[in-house]
């Protein structure tokens, strides 16, 4: 079996998983993001943008949500009788 070095090698090294997942959980749960310059930023950022995505998606579907349930309403009224004058 060849030993590989750090350069060479095909998967990270599970802390370094670990690290930028981390990151991304971070990212999207508002937590703190590193001192300038961190190399995890970037991952921050991923999870940040995840995180503003979703609150996007929500407030779309919401949004459509409120518009669906106004038109089926206003579909579904029984208009009230009309009145004949004799």
Do not use: C
């Not at 670990?18 to 001192?35: D, F, N, Q, S, Y």
């Not at 579907?61 to 579909?75: M, P």
């Amino acid at each position: 079996m060849q030993q590989f070095d750090n350069e060479e090698r095909e998967y990270p090294e599970p802390e370094t998983v670990l690290a930028v997942r981390g990151a991304i959980a971070t990212g999207r749960l508002g937590g703190p993001k590193g001192e300038p310059g961190h190399w995890l930023n970037e991952f921050w950022q991923i999870g940040r943008a995840l995180r503003d995505h979703a609150e996007m998606l929500q407030a779309l579907q919401q949004t459509a949500r409120r518009n669906v349930l106004r038109t089926s309403a206003r579909y579904l009224e029984v208009p009230p009788p009309v009145q004949r004058h004799h």
